[in-house]
């Protein structure tokens, strides 16, 4: 996670020393030519203070979603990258829509619901712990602040919510518990 983070400070450290502006390759909704922004979107930031309010729910969301192995990370953070990106580009109004938040939140629904579809006690404990510690960051699904997109949050917490379906759909049958609506012999 540290090395991923990292990433996203060197982008912005080149993104303020170059006369480029990277942020311009953000999320543009509803514009084709926007579309390639759900690419780019969580590695771009609107400045250093964006970037540092993302980095500690990064680090800590990440490195509980890392606690399942590295192949699960990977298959959830491109669930929520491309579903979270795509929802914005979708639904998402006004200017370019940037920053790693949408991964976050994505993140965060995954932990607070993986336990249930995977019955997992356990992981429902550390749900209950981490809504209890961060559930208040929930609200960022919801308009209200300018200059914050909302839309790239709730998309994200939804694609959070679809990979800890997938994720536990995926467990179940590599265990051989029979899937609802399927007969066993």
Do not use: K
């Amino acid at each position: 996670m540290a090395f991923m983070v990292a990433v996203l400070y060197a982008v912005e450290f080149w993104d303020q020393a170059t006369p480029g502006n990277l942020d311009q390759n953000g999320i543009v909704p509803h514009r084709i030519s926007g579309l390639d922004g759900v690419l780019w979107a969580p590695l771009l930031h609107a400045g250093w203070g964006h970037l540092m309010s993302n980095t500690v729910p990064l680090l800590v969301l990440g490195w509980l979603l890392l606690a399942n192995g590295v192949g699960q990370f990977v298959a959830v953070t491109a669930i929520v990258w491309v579903v979270g990106g795509l929802g914005t580009w979708l639904i998402a109004t006004g200017g370019v829509h940037v920053g790693a938040s949408g991964v976050a939140f994505g993140w965060m629904v995954f932990l607070l619901v993986r336990g249930f579809f995977n019955r997992s006690l356990g992981q429902i404990v550390v749900a209950v712990v981490l809504f209890f510690y961060w559930g208040g960051m929930l609200w960022g699904v919801l308009p209200g602040q300018p200059l914050i997109s909302w839309e790239g949050h709730l998309c994200g917490a939804l694609g959070g919510l679809l990979a800890a379906w997938l994720v536990a759909r995926s467990t179940r049958r590599g265990s051989g518990t029979p899937q609802p609506g399927t007969l066993s012999a």
